[in-house]
C-alpha cells in the first residue's frame, strides 16, 4: 500500500492544520490506519487510530480533546484535524496502514507514509 501524507507546514501555537494521506490504487476500506509522529532526538509515537469503517477511534493522551481522525473510504482518505496546537506537537507526522484483520490497538502496522512536517511556533 503506497500511502501520501500531505498538508504540514508552519503554524503558531494555538492554529490548527489538517493533515491528509491518500492510498491510491487500494481497496482502502480493507485496512485500519494510524497517525504517527517523530520530534528531533525523541522515538516515534503513536497519535491516533481508526477503524477501517471509521466507526472506531482511539488517540494518545497528549492529543485527545485537541486532535481528530478521520476516514473517506470513498477518496481513500485518511485525515488528522488538529487544533489547538502546542510547540511540543512539532514533528514529522506519518500516516500508516494495517490490515483490518488486526485488532485496531495492535501496535504493528505494516504500510508507513514518508511523512509530513509540523512545526509549531511559540
Known amino acids: 500500500v503506497q500511502l501520501q501524507a500531505s498538508g504540514g507546514g508552519l503554524v503558531q501555537a494555538g492554529g490548527s492544520l489538517r493533515l491528509s494521506c491518500a492510498a491510491p490504487?487500494?481497496?482502502?476500506?480493507?485496512?485500519?490506519m494510524g497517525w504517527f509522529r517523530q520530534a528531533p532526538g525523541k522515538e516515534r509515537e503513536f497519535v491516533a487510530a481508526?477503524?477501517?469503517?471509521?466507526?472506531?477511534?482511539y488517540y494518545a493522551d497528549s492529543v485527545k480533546g485537541r486532535f481528530t481522525i478521520s476516514r473517506d473510504n470513498a477518496k481513500n482518505t485518511v485525515y488528522l484535524q488538529m487544533n489547538s496546537l502546542k510547540p511540543e506537537d512539532t514533528a514529522v507526522y506519518y500516516c500508516?496502514?494495517?490490515?483490518?484483520?488486526?485488532?485496531?490497538?495492535?501496535?504493528?502496522?505494516?504500510?508507513w507514509g514518508q511523512g509530513t512536517q509540523v512545526t509549531v511556533s511559540s
Open positions: 500508516a496502514a494495517k490490515g483490518k484483520s488486526y485488532s485496531l490497538l495492535h501496535p504493528a502496522y505494516d504500510y
Open positions: 490504487g487500494r481497496t482502502f476500506s480493507n485496512y485500519h
Open positions: 481508526i477503524n477501517w469503517s471509521g466507526g472506531s477511534t
